[in-house]
């Protein structure tokens, strides 16, 4: 059964940093592509970053690039999600999401993703 578990969401001041993790079971992560969105209260779900399965190659919204930095753990079975300079724009519940094909390109389209998690909150407030 293909699982994927988000944690490390909370409540952080402007400027802090949160590492989110999205742990995987039922699938090697290794060879699948995985997405990071978010959604904001009121807000369509939006493509946050992405680690390509095929070369390794990251990607991030223009929101949050240079402040926000995804990696993988093969070991681990794990993506994480580095968010540092944080800012209350960045208050949304983060969901990491992966296609059921393996070696697929990076997409910000959410209907193309298979399999999602449950999502964990952040929230940026003083």
């Known amino acids: 059964q293909v699982q994927l578990v988000e944690s490390g969401g909370g409540l952080v001041e402007p400027g802090g940093s949160l590492r989110l993790s999205c742990a995987a079971s039922?699938?090697?992560?290794?060879?699948?592509?995985i997405t990071w969105f978010r959604q904001a209260p009121g807000k369509e779900r939006e493509g946050v970053s992405c680690?390509?399965?095929?070369?390794?190659?990251?990607y991030y919204a223009d929101s949050v690039k240079g402040r926000f930095t995804v990696t993988r753990e093969n070991a681990k079975n794990t993506v994480y999600l580095q968010m540092n300079s944080l800012k209350p724009e960045d208050t949304a519940v983060y969901y990491c999401?992966?296609?059921?094909?393996?070696?697929?390109?990076?997409?910000?389209?959410?209907?193309?993703?298979?399999?999602w998690g449950q999502g964990t909150l952040v929230t940026v407030s003083s």
């Open positions: 999401a992966t296609d059921d094909e393996p070696l697929v390109r990076c997409s910000f389209r959410a209907y193309a993703m298979d399999f």
């Open positions: 039922g699938f090697t992560l290794d060879v699948h592509t």
């Open positions: 680690i390509s399965s095929i070369d390794g190659s990251t």
